[in-house]
């Protein structure tokens, strides 16, 4: 079995470890995890430890062991995204994670390294997955749209076709994003939004239709 450890711990973790469980060709070897001690056992059913932190990692590299970083910044998408490039982990090491009750076109989408795509999300033909990229459960990606790398979509988002999320971007629990429109690199939609227009980057916007709440510091 594929040895797997996952930066982070509850919700986007167990998510990641609840799908490699379902895949069956996963050793969950725990979490690395920069704020609950080693030790700590993590979720209310299925317990997983925290094995160490994230300066770790380079030690693990040698131990043929793969990576799956279960972060999400939530108005610290830059600062998070710079931490994993900063890990300098190889991303043939990332473990990619897609259900198989995920929808994807065969043969007709470019997914990259250490994806998650959770039960029911779908793919539409044409839709570019950067590394690192998180699309959770009962999502729609319309067709020639692209994800930037470490882009996050939370459950049941709906992104029309012909649309660039950004690098870091977050987009909210049933939003919903027009086609032909991009997000900028580390911007958040929040939750319910509809987002009808270009969002510039470093941006917070909410609401339907969605209008700017506040820039980024």
Do not use: W
Not at 52 to 58: L, P, R, Y
Not at 87 to 110: D, Q, S, V, Y
């Amino acid at each position: 079995m594929i040895k797997l450890v996952i930066l982070g711990g509850s919700g986007i973790g167990m998510i990641a470890a609840s799908i490699a469980n379902d895949l069956g060709y996963y050793r969950i070897m725990g979490f690395l995890n920069d704020v609950e001690k080693a030790g700590t056992l993590i979720g209310n059913y299925n317990k997983i430890p925290v094995i160490g932190t994230t300066s770790d990692v380079q030690s693990m590299l040698d131990d043929d062991v793969y990576f799956f970083v279960g972060y999400v910044g939530m108005k610290r998408e830059e600062e998070v995204f710079n931490k994993i490039l900063n890990l300098n982990i190889p991303r043939n090491k990332f473990a990619t994670l897609i259900h198989p009750r995920a929808i994807i076109p065969k043969g007709f989408c470019e997914i990259g390294n250490g994806v998650l795509i959770a039960p029911n999300a779908q793919l539409s033909p044409d839709t570019n997955i950067d590394d690192n990229c998180i699309i959770l459960g009962n999502t729609i990606i319309g067709h020639n749209s692209k994800l930037k790398r470490f882009a996050h979509v939370a459950a049941s988002g709906h992104v029309g076709a012909n649309v660039v999320l950004g690098k870091g971007v977050h987009i909210g629990s049933n939003a919903t994003l027009r086609e032909k429109i991009s997000i900028g690199d580390f911007s958040i939609v929040g939750s319910g939004s509809v987002v009808l227009n270009d969002v510039p980057e470093n941006t917070i916007v909410v609401g339907n239709p969605a209008r700017i709440l506040k820039k980024k510091e």
